[in-house]
């Protein structure tokens, strides 16, 4: 069982949006930073968000990061087939003192 | 370029002892926090280990505290991590990635990973 808690998967056709949420607690999301990373199918995760909302450079305006109390949100709009990937939300546990990520959430692009 | 290669996996027997390392460049290793996350097979991620700048701090999740030792040698620009007493719990890919905005005991967010090292617990 994940800390931070995702949906196991999402699909959405192509051109379509998606959300993907993380829902955590105040030891966690409610009081630090949240990053999310994309892992595609038999590769190392990547950075997608930082700091709850940014981009790294390289990273398209169609990922999008939000955060609100102890939950988060990552957006994708304009899918695309090669956004099939699993997604993990991230963050900082002071109660564990420990980092702690999302189960993960699989991404189907129809 | 910003590069982080692991190396050090393979099949070794429970209660065995395996040393991962990851040898970075086209950064300044040495102005860095360090991390090793795993990720067992058809799992998610799960921290593992942060180490600071200049080794004089280390962070692990509870499970691996006393087998498990995060280093580093700046001299060489690679981490390392020792793993004693492995478990058939410790099977996993593991990566080595690179923190940012790091303010003891943590990092904001890890911005470069390597592709990882397949380690493997089993008699």
């Known amino acids: 069982q994940s800390v931070l808690t995702q949906p196991p998967s999402v699909s959405a056709a192509p051109g379509q949006s998606v959300t993907i949420s993380c829902s955590g607690s105040s030891s966690n999301i409610g009081n630090n930073y949240v990053s999310w990373y994309q892992q595609l199918p038999g590769t190392a995760p990547k950075l997608l968000i930082y700091?709850?909302?940014k981009r790294p450079s390289g990273i398209p305006d169609r990922f999008s990061g939000s955060k609100s109390g102890t939950s988060a949100t990552l957006g994708i709009t304009g899918l695309q087939t090669g956004d099939e990937a699993d997604y993990y939300c991230?963050?900082?546990?002071?109660?564990?003192?420990?980092?702690?990520f999302g189960g993960g959430t699989k991404l189907t692009v129809l | 370029e910003v590069q982080l290669v692991e190396s050090g996996g393979g099949l070794v027997q429970p209660g065995g002892s395996l040393r991962l390392s990851c040898a970075a460049s086209?950064?300044?290793?040495?102005?860095?926090?360090m991390t090793w996350v795993r990720q067992a097979p058809g799992k998610g991620l799960e921290w593992v280990a942060y180490i600071k700048q200049d080794g004089s701090e280390k962070y692990y999740v509870d499970s691996v505290k006393g087998p498990f030792t995060i280093s580093r040698d700046n001299a060489k620009n690679t981490l390392y991590l020792q793993m004693n007493s492995l478990r058939a719990e410790d099977t996993a890919v593991y990566y080595c990635?690179?923190?940012?905005?790091?303010?003891?005991?943590?990092?904001?967010?890890?911005?470069?990973w390597g592709q990882g090292t397949l380690v493997t617990v089993s008699s």
């Open positions: 086209g950064f300044t290793f040495s102005t860095y926090w």
């Open positions: 991230g963050t900082w546990d002071s109660s564990l003192s420990a980092v702690v």
């Open positions: 990635a690179r923190g940012r905005y790091c303010s003891s005991p943590t990092c904001r967010y890890f911005d470069f």
């Open positions: 700091d709850n909302n």
